[in-house]
């Protein structure tokens, strides 16, 4: 599944222009990046409490990925792109990348039962699992036998060895468009481009309207 971009859309913006038409274009053209920059930036904000709302997964990892610390390697889970003069368009994005149940995400707990995690606001205890590094990445992993072994090179001699599958909890960009936050989003946000568009264009007249000439 591809990542989530949602888009904020340019609603109603040309009924803007005409009505300050006599603004010229280069003062119309500045101010629409910024609306739009302004209204994305709360919809980003908004969309981010949602996902912690919904899936139980922290700002701190949304925002930083498994690390939950900024500038570490990890990658965040949701971004957003500002609009420029060339590119109306304010950009959230949403990570297709099934998470790991590990040391960054989840608050993973070894019980005797198995591992205890934490998501979609509950607590799940995988039976039979337990955590280890894993063998590529480091990390502390949540495990669970295949029921399928594998021969192996010890010291001496060839051994066997049981077969293990990391455990993952869910895919954000899937769980994002299931519970249909993009619609949400959109429905909210989008229609007030236009009013702060007008409000910015306002306030240009407002502070400028003795060096202009009458509309």
Do not use: C
């Amino acid at each position: 599944m591809a990542d989530v971009k949602i888009f904020s859309v340019q609603s109603d913006i040309e009924s803007v222009q005409k009505t300050f038409a006599s603004l010229g274009n280069n003062v119309k053209h500045r101010f629409l990046p910024f609306a739009i920059n302004q209204v994305g930036s709360k919809a980003f904000t908004k969309s981010v409490r949602m996902t912690t709302e919904t899936l139980g997964v922290p700002k701190r990892n949304l925002l930083h990925g498994s690390s939950g610390t900024k500038g570490e390697s990890s990658k965040p889970i949701m971004t957003k792109k500002q609009s420029q003069a060339k590119n109306l368009s304010f950009e959230i994005k949403v990570k297709s990348r099934w998470l790991h149940i590990s040391e960054g995400y989840f608050k993973p707990l070894q019980t005797k039962a198995g591992v205890k995690s934490t998501y979609y606001n509950r607590r799940y205890t995988h039976k039979g699992s337990w955590l280890g590094k894993g063998k590529n990445s480091g990390k502390v992993l949540a495990y669970l036998p295949t029921g399928k072994t594998k021969m192996v090179r010890g010291k001496r001699k060839m051994i066997k060895r049981s077969v293990l599958k990391a455990l993952w909890a869910f895919n954000p960009a899937r769980e994002f468009m299931k519970a249909r936050l993009s619609e949400t989003i959109l429905n909210e946000f989008a229609p007030q481009i236009k009013d702060r568009y007008e409000d910015k264009l306002n306030q240009y007249i407002a502070k400028h309207q003795s060096k202009m000439k009458p509309m």
